[in-house]
Structures are given as structure tokens and as C-alpha cells.
């Protein structure tokens, strides 16, 4: 115990002492602080509800605003690229049958070659 608790704790004796011998018997100093002590430990904190709420509002608020500005951030690139998307289909339309036929002969080659040495 520090020395303040302690003559606390002599000044409270000696003014039971003054009111009666029988007080200063009945009087438990360390009882009544561990009573005390308990108290306070069984009552919740009071914390201030709608401010810790607030602060959830925005931050929520923010990761939305950063979230879609990077989606919009990712449309805007993939949309103003150079060139637009390349596809198959252009290519294959400039082919003769008998050209289609063998691409289409060495796509399945490949593919039954993948299969069977994966």
C-alpha cells in the first residue's frame, strides 16, 4: 500500500475511534475497500454509443467511395485502351474450308495430346 492509502486509512481508524470504541471494532477498512472495488468493477463504462457509430458510418463510407472509385478506375482502363479486344471469330472468317478443317484437325490433336500428358 502506498503511504497516502495508509494514512487514509489511520485518519478513518482514528475518527471511528472518536465516535466509539465499538465503531472502530466494527469498522473493516480492507472490507469495505474490496466492496468498493467490486462495485466498480460490476458497473459497465458509459461510452458515448452514437459517437463510436458514427465513426463506423465513415469509415463504411469511405471504403465504398475507394471501392468504386477503383472498379470505375479498372472500367475506365480496360474500356480506353489503344485497341479493342481481339477475336477469334475475325480471324477465322478469312479462312477457306479446307484451311478451317485443318485447324480445326490440329486444335484436336493438340487438345487430345494435353489430355493424355496432363
Known amino acids: 500500500m502506498n503511504s497516502d492509502a495508509m494514512n487514509g486509512d489511520a485518519r478513518l481508524e482514528g475518527l471511528a475511534k472518536r465516535l466509539g470504541h465499538r465503531a472502530a ?26 459517437v463510436q457509430q458514427a465513426w463506423l458510418r465513415i469509415a463504411a463510407a469511405l471504403v465504398i467511395m475507394v471501392g468504386g472509385a477503383v472498379a470505375i478506375r479498372q472500367n475506365v482502363v480496360r474500356s480506353g485502351g489503344a485497341h479493342p479486344a481481339h477475336l477469334v471469330a475475325d480471324d477465322l472468317t478469312d479462312l477457306s474450308t479446307d484451311e478451317l478443317r485443318d485447324v480445326l484437325t490440329k486444335f484436336d490433336e493438340l487438345i487430345s495430346t494435353d489430355l493424355w500428358s496432363g
Do not use: N, S
Request: aromatic fraction near 4%; hydrophobic fraction near 40%.
Open 25 to 50: 471494532d466494527r469498522l473493516d477498512v480492507e472490507a469495505t475497500a474490496r466492496k468498493v472495488v467490486e462495485r466498480l468493477r460490476e458497473q459497465p463504462v458509459r461510452r458515448i454509443a452514437w
